[in-house]
């Protein structure tokens, strides 16, 4: 039995694999559609979320499977105590695979140890966020025709941003990968990632706070949005809430071809003037996250579709 913990729980041939899938999908969707048939999710939701739990509802109900779960901590055991290792036993009797989310870094580790069913991470913390990632290679290989030689601009809140984190670590695996980090000095990328990963593999990367520096030589700008719910006081997350703000003129600086990217949801960073710009795509992105939802779900339970 597998679980999706970290983007790097998959190979790059399987994510290449994965990807592949999911194009299939997208392009006969009716050859799916009963592959799941009498299977079920879960999904255990302790944090909130709109595109996350919905398209993982939405991917079974494409596959033909159901779905149960909930939304909130407040409305599960856990608001009487109950431990995520107890929970997913119980939720291992229900259903045949589970997306958990939860503010706790590792809490969805902790309950694959104890499942039954595979468990995907729909977001730990400020840790990770695998299914967000694949959704953004998925939208990359897609409409850039390739991951590898290409220069990426990470801009906004690099040290709370779990797609940040995850998405870094699954591009370090193709060759001629070069990232600008853009920031502020206060949600620079962690020190474990800095240090551990990008120093270490010898990824060349530059930091830097004026996005208008770094957007001319950018391939693909993936903006972040501040993480509200992960600062220590309100005062510092006012000061630096609108730092960054994705205008029609700073993205005439852009190349043509340049893709904007962004997980979602949008508070400021990104003014709605741009929205029709057709190097926006981070609409199109939330599509991409239905298909490769699907295809992580039919191989995490073993399901091939002649
Ligand atoms: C992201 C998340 O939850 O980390 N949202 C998402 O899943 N698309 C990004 C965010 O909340 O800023």
């Given at each position: 039995?597998?679980h999706l913990?970290s983007p790097?729980d998959?190979?790059?041939?399987?994510?290449?694999?994965l990807?592949?899938l999911?194009?299939?999908i997208?392009?006969?969707?009716?050859?799916?559609?009963?592959a799941?048939d009498?299977?079920?999710?879960?999904?255990?939701?302790?944090?909130?979320?709109?595109?996350t739990?919905?398209?993982?509802?939405?991917?079974?109900?494409?596959?033909?499977?159901?779905?149960?779960g909930?939304?909130?901590?407040d409305?599960s055991?856990a608001?009487?105590?109950?431990?995520?290792?107890?929970?997913?036993?119980?939720i291992?009797?229900?259903?045949?695979?589970?997306?958990m989310?939860?503010?706790?870094?590792?809490?969805?580790?902790?309950?694959?140890q104890?499942?039954?069913?595979?468990?995907?991470?729909a977001?730990?913390?400020?840790?990770?966020?695998?299914t967000?990632?694949?959704t953004?290679l998925l939208?990359?290989?897609?409409?850039?025709?390739?991951?590898?030689?290409?220069?990426?601009?990470l801009?906004?809140?690099?040290?709370?941003?779990?797609?940040?984190h995850?998405?870094?670590?699954?591009l370090i695996r193709?060759p001629?990968?070069?990232?600008?980090?853009?920031?502020p000095?206060?949600?620079?990328?962690?020190?474990?990632?800095?240090e551990?990963?990008?120093?270490?593999?010898?990824?060349?990367?530059?930091e830097?706070?004026?996005?208008?520096?770094?957007?001319?030589e950018?391939?693909?700008?993936?903006?972040?949005?501040v993480?509200k719910?992960?600062?220590?006081?309100?005062?510092?997350?006012?000061?630096?809430?609108?730092?960054?703000?994705?205008?029609?003129?700073?993205?005439?600086?852009a190349?043509?071809?340049?893709?904007?990217l962004?997980?979602?949801?949008?508070?400021?960073?990104?003014?709605v003037?741009?929205?029709d710009?057709?190097?926006?795509?981070?609409?199109?992105?939330?599509?991409?996250?239905?298909?490769?939802?699907?295809?992580?779900?039919l191989?995490l339970?073993?399901?091939?579709?002649?």
């Amino acid at each position: 039995m597998r679980h999706l913990m970290s983007p790097l729980d998959l190979s790059v041939d399987e994510l290449d694999e994965l990807l592949n899938l999911a194009n299939d999908i997208e392009k006969h969707p009716e050859k799916y559609a009963h592959a799941c048939d009498g299977k079920k999710l879960a999904t255990c939701f302790y944090e909130p979320s709109t595109r996350t739990r919905l398209s993982f509802e939405a991917a079974m109900l494409n596959l033909g499977g159901s779905v149960l779960g909930f939304a909130s901590a407040d409305s599960s055991s856990a608001a009487k105590g109950e431990s995520v290792s107890d929970t997913i036993r119980i939720i291992s009797c229900y259903a045949d695979i589970c997306a958990m989310r939860h503010p706790k870094e590792g809490a969805p580790l902790v309950a694959s140890q104890k499942s039954r069913i595979p468990v995907i991470n729909a977001g730990d913390g400020g840790h990770q966020h695998p299914t967000q990632t694949l959704t953004d290679l998925l939208t990359i290989r897609s409409l850039k025709g390739r991951l590898d030689n290409m220069t990426i601009g990470l801009c906004g809140d690099l040290k709370f941003g779990r797609t940040v984190h995850s998405l870094i670590n699954a591009l370090i695996r193709y060759p001629g990968i070069r990232f600008v980090l853009i920031s502020p000095e206060e949600l620079k990328i962690p020190s474990y990632i800095r240090e551990d990963v990008l120093k270490a593999k010898q990824i060349p990367f530059t930091e830097v706070e004026r996005l208008e520096d770094a957007i001319p030589e950018l391939d693909v700008l993936y903006m972040t949005r501040v993480q509200k719910e992960r600062f220590f006081n309100e005062e510092d997350y006012v000061r630096l809430k609108d730092f960054y703000i994705l205008t029609r003129e700073k993205l005439s600086l852009a190349k043509e071809d340049m893709l904007v990217l962004h997980p979602l949801p949008r508070v400021n960073e990104i003014s709605v003037e741009v929205d029709d710009d057709p190097r926006a795509v981070y609409f199109k992105q939330a599509q991409y996250g239905v298909y490769v939802r699907m295809a992580l779900i039919l191989t995490l339970l073993g399901i091939s579709v002649e």
